[in-house]
Antibody, heavy 125, light 107 residues
Framework: DVQLVESGGGLVKPGGSLRLSCAAS????????MTWLRQAPGKGLEWISS????????YYADSVKGRFTISRDDAKNSLFLQMNGLTAEDTAVYFC??????????????????WGPGSLVTVSS | DILMTQSPSYLSASVGDRVTIPCRAS??????LNWYQQKPGKAPRLLIY???NLQRGVPSRFSGNGSGTDFTLTITSLQPEDFATYYC??????????FGGGTKVEI
């Protein structure tokens, strides 16, 4: 079974840093595009960063560009998110997700088929 | 960026009802539209991909329809475990797969 488990969340002061980890199992991690998303309290879902296999392509949402860094360690089946310069607006549950390609209606589609349970990051003084 | 709009934000229903949840894209996305279900304190769960394809393990009372800019998720005969928030997501403009604001189905 596919499993994703985030860790590293917690309470941090404004301007501080935090590093999230996501441990993956049950699939060939090195072959997959992995993604971080977040959900602020009572709000909707926001894509924030993706990294393709072999770290060839890395993408960030404008809201985190220049402050957050996504990385992966394929030998340890792990995904990371280094978060610097945190503000109150970064308070959210952070999810890691596996992007899969699914076939239907005669073509292929991408979707987030597997998610971790999430890790809460609270930015407050 | 492609804006996804879900309205209403809340929808009242009863067990056994047929429920239709709309989603609109700000521009053409063909059928690159996914639907997720999220329960409080849990991660989202993929229900439908490619606008109308049922993800494995999802009950057949869920169905999706639409193409272009207008889409719907339909739940026939609502069950108690279906009370949740439903999000649409476009997968047309990689990698920024934007989500709608969600529709909460409540009693």
């Amino acid at each position: 079974d596919v499993q994703l488990v985030e860790s590293g969340g917690g309470l941090v002061k404004p301007g501080g840093s935090l590093r999230l980890s996501c441990a993956a199992s049950g699939f060939t991690f090195s072959s997959e595009t992995m993604t971080w998303l977040r959900q602020a309290p009572g709000k909707g879902l926001e894509w924030i960063s993706s990294i393709t296999s072999d770290s060839i392509y890395i993408y960030y949402a404008d809201s985190v560009k220049g402050r957050f860094t996504i990385s992966r360690d394929d030998a340890k089946n792990s995904l990371f998110l280094q978060m610097n310069g945190l503000t109150a607006e970064d308070t959210a549950v952070y999810f890691c997700a596996r992007e899969v390609t699914l076939y239907g209606s005669g073509t292929y589609f991408n979707a987030y088929a597997h998610w971790g349970p999430g890790s809460l990051v609270t930015v407050s003084s | 960026d492609i804006l996804m709009t879900q309205s209403p934000s809340y929808l009242s229903a009863s067990v056994g009802d047929r429920v239709t949840i709309p989603c609109r894209a700000s521009q053409f996305i063909s059928n690159f539209l996914n639907w997720y279900q999220q329960k409080p304190g849990k991660a989202p769960r993929l229900l439908i991909y490619g606008a109308s394809n049922l993800q494995r393990g999802v009950p057949s009372r869920f169905s999706g329809n639409g193409s272009g800019t207008d889409f719907t998720l339909t739940i026939t005969s609502l069950q108690p475990e279906d009370f949740a928030t439903y999000y649409c997501q476009q997968s047309y403009a990689a990698p920024l797969f934007t989500f709608g604001g969600g529709t909460k189905v409540e009693i």
